[in-house]
Every structure is written in C-alpha cells, then in structure tokens.
C-alpha cells in the first residue's frame, strides 16, 4: 500500500504496461500498436520501448518491437520465489508418468491462468506450454476451476471482463453460458474442456487445495481428442488426480 502520491514511480508503472501489452498472439508491435494497447501517448510509448531495447528486453528492426528472451529474468525469478512450483512438480512429474499425459498446475491471474509448473508427455497442443504460459481463464478447464471457487459475484466480474472470443466453433462465448457451467464445475469438484481452446484437446481440472481446504490452485491433464468422448476423461484421469490432490493437501499450509 503507498503511504504517500510520492511512493508511486509513474515511469516504472508505465514500463511495466508496455511490457504487459506483448502477447503469444501479438509478439510483434509497432509503437503505434503498444500505444493502443496501453492507452499511453506515442512518445512514452516509443520512450519505454527503446529503454527495454538499450537494455536488452526487447528487439527493434526499425519497426516492430518484440521481448527478447531476457524479459523471462523478471517472471521466473517472481516464480523461483514461490514454494508452490517447487511443492507441486514431483507430484506432476510422478502423475505424468503414472497416466502417460501431460500435466499442469496454473494460478489465476485475473482473466488469465498462469502455468507454474508442467511435466510434458505427449504435445497435444499447437502451442507449447511451459511455467509463465498465459491462456483464457474462462475457455480452459483450469480457469474454470480456480473462477468456480470464487465468490459468484467475483467470478462473474472477471468472466465480463475477459475477452470472449470464440477460439474454436465448441467455444462457449456469453457470460451467461459460462457462469452456469462454473456452477457445475463447483457442484461436481472438477471441470472439462472439449476442444474449446484448440480443435482436438480435451482436458480435466481439479483444484489444489491447502491443508484448510481452500483453493489455491488446479491441476489438469490434457488429452488428444480421438478416443472415445470427454464424458469418459472422469473415469480415466479423475481419480489419479484425486489422488494428487489429497496428497498436496496434507502438505501444503
């Protein structure tokens, strides 16, 4: 909390949304488009972004800006100082290998899911996930745990706030489609997903809960479409992903 205007630095504020405004589906920006995004004029936009290029944060080809991979120094060292990764990736590690899957555990971000750990068995998805990897909260089985365990009223401002573009044509798009599949999520304990971040994945999701049962965060696995039906991903992963939850339930305070 500032106890005073003066604690606030505007400048940091500033670069920190200009580097916010990168994104898997927008690597590239001109300082026209960083302005767009953060509704900051075009020469603070153009300051900020030569700044991250002096400092080796960011490519400039005399047009476009994109984040070098430095720009990974400030989120993995906020991630390294968490104990969750640290606590969750034998569990993930050993669950892989148990039901041949990928395997992953994400905290909530405001509309977003941030993965905080993995273990990758088989790529069922076009786009590579790794710690720091950022999907739509409300279109993964991931978010829609961690939205159902919030208060209805702080789930429902965060689906309206989000961006609902359908990614595939099984999307679900309304607010209103949305907030009753979280209510069934939270009255059946785990979510799935039939294709509607990426054509061909379906996943599964239960919450990580503290030794006081709250949520804390999820954990998925995530399946290639072309076996039987996502009715049956609850038969096949649900109780080895009870298992795990019982497990990091005893050990985390």
């Not at 430095?70 to 100082?81: D, F, K, S, W």
Request: aromatic content about 4%.
């Amino acid at each position: 909390m500032l106890n005073k205007p003066t604690d606030f630095v505007a400048s940091l504020a500033k670069g920190l949304k200009v580097i916010e405004a990168f994104r898997a589906e927008r690597p590239r920006l001109a300082v026209v488009d960083v302005a767009k995004a953060t509704g900051l004029d075009r020469a603070t936009a153009r300051r900020c972004l030569l700044t991250l290029n002096a400092l080796g944060y960011a490519d400039y080809d005399g047009k476009f800006f994109s984040l070098t991979p430095r720009i990974l120094r400030l989120g993995m060292g906020a991630l390294a100082t968490l104990p969750l990764p640290q606590i969750v990736q034998p569990w993930l590690d050993q669950l892989s290998e148990q039901i041949g899957q990928s395997t992953s555990v994400a905290i909530l971000d405001e509309t977003e899911v941030v993965y905080i750990a993995r273990a990758a068995q088989k790529r069922v998805m076009a786009v590579g996930l790794m710690p720091g990897s950022r999907l739509p909260a409300h279109a993964t089985s991931l978010g829609r745990v961690l939205l159902a365990a919030l208060p209805m009223n702080e789930a429902r401002a965060l689906v309206e706030r989000a961006d609902l573009t359908p990614r595939t044509v099984r999307s679900l798009t309304t607010p209103a489609e949305i907030m009753a599949e979280l209510a069934r999520v939270r009255e059946q304990g785990h979510a799935i997903i039939d294709q509607e971040v990426e054509i061909g994945l379906r996943s599964i999701a239960v919450p990580v809960l503290d030794a006081r049962g709250r949520t804390v965060a999820a954990l998925n696995t995530g399946v290639a479409a072309v076996q039987a039906g996502p009715e049956d991903l609850a038969r096949d992963y649900l109780p080895a992903l009870l298992k795990v939850q019982e497990g990091l339930r005893r050990v985390l305070h």
